[in-house]
T-cell receptor
Framework: DAKTTQPTSMDCAEGRAANLPCNHS???????VYWYRQIHSQGPQYIIH???NNETNEMASLIITEDRKSSTLILPHATLRDTAVYYC????????????FGQGTRLTINP | EPEVTQTPSHQVTQMGQEVILRCVPI?????FYWYRQILGQKVEFLVS????????KSEIFDDQFSVERPDGSNFTLKIRSTKLEDSAMYFC?????????????FGPGTRLTVL
């Protein structure tokens, strides 16, 4: 079962930053936080991942709290094309490599 | 940018028929996966495959399912005798390695409809 908790849905205005929270209070020291998104019924798309440091790439930023029990995915300037379901996934460094998807957060970007 | 491709995009079949879903993983990737998503439900892991062997499978992946890498580029999922409840989107994914720091990249999916 998924080890993360996310809000069911969120709205954000186009051009504003979208901040998507994720709770993973039972995360262990060797587990990474991964974010994927799924636009309509397309294949999940990788966004970003991190262990304990904040990470940034061309798509988003990932802020992980110091105790690693929660994180926030930030889309700095949301566009209509960012409307999707966003999944926060905790994944071990070693061992089983399957991705365990929860229900995710349905993010709607409004014009 | 390399990507995972899947064919067909949509497959319609009669209950009890065999179907083969095809995937071409990213060329230098060594680990391959199948997931499925029933309409309105979560994405579920089916199986992972490495070095011509299944490395992990879920409870869903019963004897009706099989996977194969018939050549150097394709990765297939076969359902021997389809049931109505097999109707779903099937996603193939691949990764270079099988460790937690390695990203899985997904294909666009095959929509399987069993009548």
């Amino acid at each position: 079962d998924a080890k993360t908790t996310q809000p069911t849905s969120m709205d954000c205005a186009e051009g504003r930053a979208a901040n998507l929270p994720c709770n993973h209070s039972t995360i262990s020291g060797n587990e990474y936080v991964y974010w994927y998104r799924q636009i309509h019924s397309q294949g999940p798309q990788y966004i970003i991942h991190g262990l304990k440091n904040n990470e940034t790439n061309e798509m988003a930023s990932l802020i992980i709290t110091e105790d690693r029990k929660s994180s926030t995915l930030i889309l700095p300037h949301a566009t209509l094309r960012d409307t999707a379901v966003y999944y926060c996934i905790v994944r071990p460094l070693q061992g089983a490599q399957k991705l365990v998807f929860g229900q995710g957060t349905r993010l709607t970007i409004n014009p | 940018e390399p990507e995972v491709t899947q064919t067909p995009s949509h497959q319609v079949t009669q209950m009890g028929q065999e179907v083969i879903l095809r995937c071409v993983p990213i060329s230098n990737h060594l680990y391959f996966y199948w997931y499925r998503q029933i309409l309105g439900q979560k994405v579920e892991f089916l199986v992972s495959f490495y070095n011509n062997e299944i490395s992990e499978k879920s409870e869903i992946f019963d004897d009706q399912f099989s996977v194969e890498r018939p050549d150097g580029s394709n990765f297939t999922l076969k359902i021997r005798s389809t049931k109505l409840e097999d109707s779903a989107m099937y996603f193939c994914a691949s990764s270079r390695q099988g460790v937690g720091t390695d990203t899985q990249y997904f294909g666009p999916g095959t929509r399987l409809t069993v009548l």
